[in-house]
């Protein structure tokens, strides 16, 4: 974590700061949630957030065949594990833009009849970000409906979910030269933002059985993933799922503080410019994958992200792509290698799968080509 002591008189952090000195400290989960969602201050309240001018690029910002090959996969799960239902609902939480479902969409219209059997529902609670994705998704406007539960549409569903986990707030312990405390946010004697250890419900036994040699500073975190599988629970209760999770984190148990600001793409401490910067965790797949079992549902994976595109075959799409559009033959092969790259997204990036009992297994976790076509440039 970056913190070199600067901090930013945001309008969130003088709200913050009422806040704390009227109920004490706030938790690690709780500064995150007000962070990014604070009704009138909070992070996704603001307009430009992604692409090169705003705060972070996500995958689908770098490549229009990631959306594309997304797409595909998704006409294969609806047509080969699903059994080609009509209607069917493809969901994005958080879709950001729209720039992942447009992608989506257009390489959908390769499958035969899958395109005009699926509607589209985007779960978002951003209204500026809705009206974005209004305009992104513009010609698709009449597949489109908006909500804000992750549970407020019908099955059967292809559900997924890029680069959205990572914002889902976590909650932190600390272990101290007295033991395992909770981590907070406070206000320092100067007036600042400071994190500080609290007493409250820490499982400290279980945390000394599982890190019996853990110095002072050691750091767990833990997102409150209970929501969502009870979501997706309930959505499989009433229909078939599909879920694709992508996203950056770890999948063996580990301790550690991953929590981590970006603002204008450059990282700075979380307690900097509260409101103004992107706060985000590294995802426990570990956990997620147990949290979800436990729900009842069936997994496949995680792999990497670069074993995930590999299947769905993004070099020979990115190959054709190429041939097609020669003036943009080195800005394709960039973008892909930044998918793929082994010490970067390719690696750092995780996907994991869930679906409804009984359902067979999901392509793209294993060796096997998924498509071998996609459609014509945009």
């Known amino acids: 974590m970056i913190d070199n002591g600067l901090r930013r008189d945001t309008p969130l952090s003088r709200r913050i700061k009422e806040r704390i000195r009227r109920d004490g400290p706030m938790t690690i989960d709780a500064y995150m949630s007000a962070c990014l969602w604070d009704t009138d201050y909070g992070y996704y309240r603001r307009q430009r957030v992604f692409g090169a001018s705003g705060d972070f690029i996500?995958?689908?910002?770098?490549?229009?065949?990631?959306?594309?090959?997304?797409g595909v996969w998704a006409g294969v799960v609806w047509q080969g594990v699903l059994g080609a239902p009509n209607p069917i609902t493809l969901v994005e939480y958080g879709p950001g833009r729209g720039t992942m479902m447009r992608d989506v969409l257009r390489a959908a219209r390769i499958v035969p009849g899958f395109a005009k059997v699926a509607r589209v529902h985007l779960v978002e609670a951003s209204d500026g970000l809705i009206e974005m994705q209004g305009a992104t998704l513009a010609d698709f406007r009449n597949m489109l409906s908006w909500g804000r539960e992750l549970d407020e549409f019908n099955p059967p569903a292809i559900i997924f979910a890029n680069e959205f986990l990572d914002a889902w707030p976590a909650a932190q312990w600390i272990k101290t030269a007295s033991g395992w405390h909770i981590r907070a946010v406070t206000v320092d004697g100067s007036g600042e933002l400071q994190f500080a250890a609290i007493n409250g419900d820490c499982p400290r036994e279980a945390f000394e059985a599982l890190l019996p040699d853990a110095p002072p500073g050691t750091v767990v975190?833990?997102?409150?993933?209970?929501?969502l599988a009870e979501a997706?629970?309930?959505?499989?209760?009433?229909?078939?799922i599909a879920f694709l999770m992508i996203d950056y984190g770890h999948t063996t148990p580990a301790a550690g503080d991953t929590l981590q600001a970006i603002r204008e793409h450059k990282y700075e401490s979380p307690l900097t410019s509260p409101g103004e910067a992107d706060l985000t965790v590294h995802v426990n797949f570990y956990d997620l994958a147990s949290t979800l079992h436990r729900a009842g549902l069936a997994l496949d994976g995680p792999v990497t992200q670069a074993e995930f595109l590999g299947?769905?075959?993004?070099?020979?799409?990115?190959?054709?792509?190429?041939?097609?559009?020669?003036?943009?033959?080195?800005?394709?092969?960039?973008g892909v290698a930044r998918l793929l790259a082994p010490n970067g997204m390719g690696s750092r990036?995780?996907?994991l799968a869930a679906r409804s009992p009984g359902l067979a297994s999901l392509p793209g976790f294993s060796a096997a080509r998924v498509a071998s076509a996609a459609p014509g440039p945009a």
């Not at 975190?221 to 929501?227: C, G, V, W």
């Not at 190429?322 to 943009?328: G, S």
């Open 311 to 334: 299947s769905l075959g993004i070099v020979e799409r990115a190959s054709r792509l190429m041939a097609a559009n020669p003036a943009r033959a080195a800005e394709i092969e960039t």
């Open 58 to 70: 996500t995958a689908a910002d770098i490549s229009q065949v990631f959306g594309e090959l997304l």
């Open 349 to 351: 990036f995780k996907v």
């Open 232 to 240: 997706l629970k309930a959505l499989a209760d009433r229909g078939p």
């Open 221 to 227: 975190e833990s997102q409150r993933l209970d929501q």
